[in-house]
C-alpha cells in the first residue's frame, strides 16, 4: 500500500514529536518532509529522523495528502502565503495554538 507524503509546515518541537511517532509506528522517512527555514532545525531533523527538510516551500508539497501546521502563530501568514499555493488537494491540519480552520482554510485558498 502506497501511502502519499506528509508534509509539515515548521519543524520545531510539536512536529518532532509527531514525526517521531509517525516514524515509531513504521512510516518511512522517506515519505516525510518538512518545510522549516532555520538550517539549524533543518539538521537536527535529517540527523534524527532522516526526513527530507527544506528551508522554503516547493512543487513536492502539491504531492503531500496530508499537511500539518506547526509553526508559532505568530509566524502563519508569513508561511501560509509562501506555503498555499501547493496545498489544494492536501487535507490539512493544525497543532498551532489560536489559529481557526477556517483562517487556515482562506489563507491557503483551501475554501
Known amino acids: 500500500m502506497t501511502s502519499l507524503p506528509i508534509a509539515f ?3 520545531g ?3 518532532s514529536a509527531l514525526i517521531g511517532g509517525l516514524l515509531n ?7 516525510l518532509l518538512v518545510v522549516e527555514p532555520s ?3 533543518r539538521d537536527k531533523l535529517a540527523q534524527a529522523f532522516g526526513v527530507a ?5 516547493t512543487a513536492a508539497l502539491s504531492q503531500a495528502g496530508t499537511v500539518i501546521w506547526a509553526v508559532k502563530p505568530q509566524s502563519f501568514d508569513e508561511a501560509a502565503t509562501a506555503c498555499g499555493s501547493w496545498l489544494a488537494g492536501a487535507l490539512q491540519l493544525s497543532v498551532m495554538a489560536g489559529i481557526r480552520s ?4 482562506r ?3 483551501s475554501e
Open 13 to 15: 518541537n510539536m512536529a
Open 107 to 109: 489563507a491557503t485558498g
Open 25 to 31: 509506528s513504521g512510516r518511512p522517512p522517506r515519505s
Open 39 to 41: 538550517e539549524v532545525q
Open 102 to 105: 477556517d483562517a487556515i482554510a
Open 9 to 11: 509546515i515548521g519543524g
Open 53 to 57: 527538510a527544506v528551508p522554503v516551500a
